[in-house]
């Protein structure tokens, strides 16, 4: 079966699921209904109605029902997600623990979890509870030891060069501009995502061609992502509304040629041809008895040894990265990054950096990086 890339499907959720090929999707974002299980009406100080989720689509007769419907859609997912896909579920206090172990229960391998720190939360009118600032993502893996994709590079890039934490503060609702709103004015989807949560969850976890699916398409920010950002999309969704609000938000959206050397934003590491530490040692770049420096560090230095392990000023043998570990007190650690050597000039330069000269001197690259 050919996949409907691109393309809205209507009807039940798990119906249009099982009706996929089997391993064919590489990354999954659900938003399920939360069961909120309101059941008063909200208002504020002022007595003014607050617009809280009231639809029907959220409401379940019981946990039991939830969770079935639950363990449905999930199951539907893993049969089609590829072994190296990943999936994103949000939700709230209210459903995500549940979510969560049914996921486990299905054997998918949990990544982490990511909280969306929201900058303006609706507070508690009633002043009886904390406010809820934050809503819960899972990320998983088909499971336990899948490879999957995580471009981390690239969430440096949005984080100022600085390793993305799993609390991501610096999204808020969707408002302004971006609320999606109906022929009357209003807001079409009580529980639209804003775009800038979507950017990163895509960004991160796909390449440009992946095929990106949502079971719960609703108002379609996750087509509208996937689309600037040059991934295929398909969406389920039931409500006749929805698919007509989602559609035109989507066709209306016009990105960039599309361009492999700017969308591309996989690690140069990860992608480029393989040298060994051992190559750079028998090929004269570096030379037995040659100090490293750990850190630019010039306490904490190793020596090369013929073998091209490495031995510490405290006496510890092993590989670049071993023996930056052992520094590290046992943490991982990439010894192209951490270990330097001093140049002629007195200046430091890393390892990875003597490994990209050798690959360009030696024409490893079908085009040499610019």
Request: glycine share 8%.
């Amino acid at each position: 079966m050919k996949l409907p890339l691109n393309q809205i499907l209507k009807g039940d959720c798990v119906e249009n699921l099982n009706s996929l090929p089997e391993k064919s999707i590489d990354l999954i974002f659900a938003d399920p209904p939360y069961n909120l299980q309101l059941q008063n009406e909200l208002h504020r100080p002022n007595m003014s109605k607050v617009d809280a989720v009231d639809d029907n689509w959220d409401k379940f007769d019981s946990f039991q029902a939830y969770d079935e419907f639950t363990r449905a859609w999930l199951t539907a997912c893993k049969r089609i997600l590829k072994p190296t896909g990943s999936i994103w579920v949000i939700g709230s206090y209210h459903n995500i623990f549940r979510v969560g172990t049914i996921m486990q229960d299905l054997g998918f391998w949990m990544l982490n979890d990511v909280i969306w720190v929201k900058t303006n939360p609706m507070p508690n009118f009633r002043g009886v509870r904390f406010t809820n600032a934050h809503e819960t993502m899972i990320w998983a893996s088909s499971g336990k030891g899948a490879k999957y994709t995580f471009n981390h590079q690239a969430m440096k890039g949005l984080n100022e060069e600085k390793q993305m934490r799993s609390d991501w503060w610096l999204l808020s609702l969707a408002t302004g501009s971006e609320r999606v709103k109906d022929d009357n004015g209003d807001k079409a989807h009580s529980t639209q995502k804003p775009e800038p949560l979507l950017y990163r969850v895509i960004l991160s976890s796909s390449n440009p061609g992946d095929v990106v699916l949502d079971p719960f398409f609703g108002s379609g920010t996750t087509g509208a992502v996937a689309k600037r950002l040059h991934r295929n999309w398909i969406g389920l969704e039931r409500e006749e509304k929805y698919i007509k609000v989602a559609q035109k938000r989507i066709d209306a959206i016009q990105p960039e040629m599309f361009d492999p050397q700017i969308f591309d934003v996989k690690s140069k590491s990860k992608s480029a041809p393989k040298v060994e530490f051992s190559v750079l040692v028998e090929n004269g770049l570096l030379q037995s008895g040659q100090k490293l420096f750990f850190a630019k560090d010039k306490s904490r230095f190793a020596t090369i040894k013929p073998d091209t392990q490495i031995r510490t000023v405290d006496g510890f043998e092993g590989s670049i990265h071993k023996a930056g570990s052992h520094y590290m007190n046992g943490a991982p650690c990439n010894g192209w990054e951490h270990w330097f050597l001093r140049q002629e000039n007195g200046n430091l330069i890393s390892l990875g950096d003597v490994r990209e000269k050798y690959r360009i001197e030696n024409g490893l690259y079908d085009e040499q990086p610019s």
